[in-house]
């Protein structure tokens, strides 16, 4: 399908962007290269007529035979093999915690790839409302509603008739390359200030490459969307990640000029406000140099917002050292400042697992799997206490002659917001009890402090699995409890497949601040694109 004369017509407006983004050098920061600023519009915006339950689905994008690997270019060289190091957070961080216990509340099995679609990885990605959970993989979305019981406790996941839908069915009579390509790389996200879903996925088969987002118009996500359509001409937006933040939607990609050569992340900020209401919604963008990538906003978790005007926080890594960054926008003047990156104190030595590549080994094949331990694992969780903020995060490591989680808890430094002044490492761990190798992490905090952390388990002995691990607010520093096992792997991914993930999610419950559902990938046999999907809910014994 041809695109809308209106996607032309506002193109222009593309590249007549203003220049109103600076970006600033943090302490320590060793930022020189130049960077573009711009503020634009969006190509095409509209607001749907009919309800998403009620579009017809696509039929496959994909044949059938073969199989498409979603495999985005590497913004660094990566290693395959495992650094023999001595994580000096292995030894501690993991143990028996007597504070807190964990129930495993209700769990359902999740979109599983299509036969028709025969696409990897499928990038599991969900979020939760009150009344219902919206999940998405490549290249599919699914709509559950909640069961709960007289106290609120989730019990059920059930599945809405007509799902799950190929993605781009939410941009049909859009236009353009929204509603023609469906290519993944999706996030969903639960609006909790507004009771809204936004959900978002990137259409780059070809250029210009492009950025569809979509705004429930109110709390139901099976009704009808806001929708908007970002260019960033032949520059592929890959790799977009999502943080909720009071004065904007946040989102970050790594950018590579005409889909090859990487050029530095790109970090933008959608006018919230307007996306509400339906109406044109500016972006303020800035770029890092090609020195850093994979930057990962902070998302709001509870309902107690950040200080007025408090900058966005964003983290990522290096082979060594954890960044730091912030992102201030203003509506008003459209101009933002992107500061960073500021080099994290206090953080503990640390190697990614696999080099930060591939070397996760499977029970009976040769084909190791991805450990994308070259950057931050989606969410950064913000969330605000009496007294302190706090922002949550993980990444995979070399630990144990395999791979563990290191995560951290940073709060703001004494005096200052969580962005005015660089934070401080809390708490921090590597959770690596054994020998196995654990990665494809995603960490949450319940409203009273409490941390669970999901991820994938797998070594020459055990398939592909799902885990968590956890803490209670009393519990020692850097210590994670015993694992609790989610769902048993009983497949190896085989073939010449080693893609896996590329993310996980987990999200916290509205309702009482408390219940999490955490979502990923399994291998139900051994094979190629024969992945499935798991959700489950659990909540912490300290947290009522």
Sequence with gaps: MKPCPTFAALAVALALAVPAVTLAQGIGSTVSQEHRAEVSHPVHFDTTKIPLRDLPDQGPVTPARG??????????????VNPQFNDPLAATGAGPVKASSVTLAAFTDGTPVDPNYRVAPPDTTGDLGPNHYVQWVNLRYSVYTLTRDANQQITGFNLVAGFPKNGNVLWQGFGGPCEKYNDGDPIVQYDQLANRWVLTQFAVSASPYTQCVAVSTGPDPTGTYNRYAYSYGTDFNDFPKMGVWPDAYYITYNMFRRGRTFVGNKVCALERDKMLIGASARQICAQTSSTYHSLVPADLEGATLPA?????????ISSSSVYFWKFAVNWTAGTG??????????VSAFSRACGGGTCIPQ??????????????NYRLSYRRFAGYESLLINHAVSANSASGIRWYELRNAAGNTISSATPVVYQQGTFSPNSE??????????KTGGIAVGYNVSSATVKPSIRYAFRGPADPLGILGSETLIKSGTGSQTGTLSRWGDYSTISVDPVDGCQMVFTTEFIPSDGSFNWST????????TCN
């Design 337 to 346: 400042t992107l500061t960073g990156p500021t080099t994290m104190a206090g």
């Design 534 to 541: 798991f959700i489950s809910s659990f909540k912490l014994s």
């Design 437 to 446: 190798y654990r990665w494809m992490g995603s960490a949450a905090m319940d």
């Design 308 to 316: 007025a005007g408090t900058a966005n926080p964003l983290l990522s």
């Design 67 to 80: 199989g498409r690997d979603f495999e985005p270019g590497r913004p660094e060289p990566v290693g395959n």
């Design 363 to 376: 029970p009976g094949t040769t084909r190791t799997l991805d450990s994308l331990a070259d950057r931050l």
